[in-house]
């Protein structure tokens, strides 16, 4: 199975700041990555699919690049409501696999 | 309105088999595969499976081979779920997902809201 490594486990931050989480895979996917945020007792929400592409809806300080093995999820400007987890999600070959999550908290 | 409806909260014992429902509405059914996921408590989401709503072609992720069954009634547009042998590992918040895109562009982009289901003596 493709292994999926996010960075940093936790990050603490202040509404405003720009925030930059990592997903590393274990072999090449090529661009078959998406980008979940995922707020308690809620559902997982698509944000970014195809990498860098923004699902329909979802504002446009969250952003995706990256292909092959390393991938970034960038916040421009962190607002109230992102206050929450995030996970990568490999598509490129089944199983399908997720990242171990990202939390993003309170500084 | 576009959403996918699960069945309620359900208690097994150890050894007991578990079949949550995942009622699409607003959108064609068959158009799209159906994928569960998984979350245990403080956890992250774990991918289980697809299944093809228009063929009834199931994939299962190795860990759940034998274990899970994926089903749908096209005619009422419910995709099921369906695992046997449960331990208390198996606790867990049950998500069904759907699949959308094909190749690089494939995500799951409408989730249903999770139906927990507790293992327990």
């Known amino acids: 199975d493709i292994q999926l490594t996010q960075s940093p486990s936790f990050l603490s931050a202040s509404v405003g700041d720009r925030v930059t989480i990592t997903c590393r895979a274990s072999q090449g996917i090529s661009t078959s990555l998406a980008w979940y945020q995922q707020k308690p007792g809620m559902a997982p929400k698509l944000l970014i699919y195809?990498?860098?592409t923004l699902q329909s809806g979802v504002p446009s300080r969250f952003s995706g690049s990256g292909s092959g093995t390393d991938f970034t999820l960038t916040i421009s400007s962190l607002q109230p409501e992102d206050f929450a987890a995030y996970y990568c999600?490999?598509?490129?070959?089944?199983?399908?696999?997720f990242g171990q999550g990202t939390k993003v908290e309170v500084k | 309105q576009v959403q996918l409806v699960q069945s309620g909260t359900e208690v097994k014992k150890p050894g007991a088999s578990v079949k949550v429902s995942c009622k699409a509405s607003?959108?064609?059914?068959?158009?799209?595969?159906i994928h569960w996921v998984r979350q245990a408590p403080g956890q992250g989401p774990e991918w289980m499976g697809w299944m093809s709503s228009s063929s009834g072609g199931t994939f299962s992720a190795p860990k759940f081979q034998g274990r899970l069954t994926m089903t749908r009634d096209t005619s009422i547009g419910t995709a099921y779920m369906e695992m046997s042998g449960l331990t208390s590992d198996d606790t867990a918040v049950y998500y069904c997902?759907?699949?959308?895109?094909?190749?690089?562009?494939?995500?799951?982009?409408?989730w249903g809201q999770g139906t927990l289901v507790t293992v327990s003596s």
């Open positions: 195809a990498a860098s």
């Open positions: 607003g959108y064609t059914f068959t158009a799209n595969f």
């Open positions: 997902a759907r699949g959308s895109g094909a190749d690089n562009w494939r995500r799951l982009d409408l």
């Open positions: 999600e490999q598509l490129n070959t089944y199983p399908s696999t």
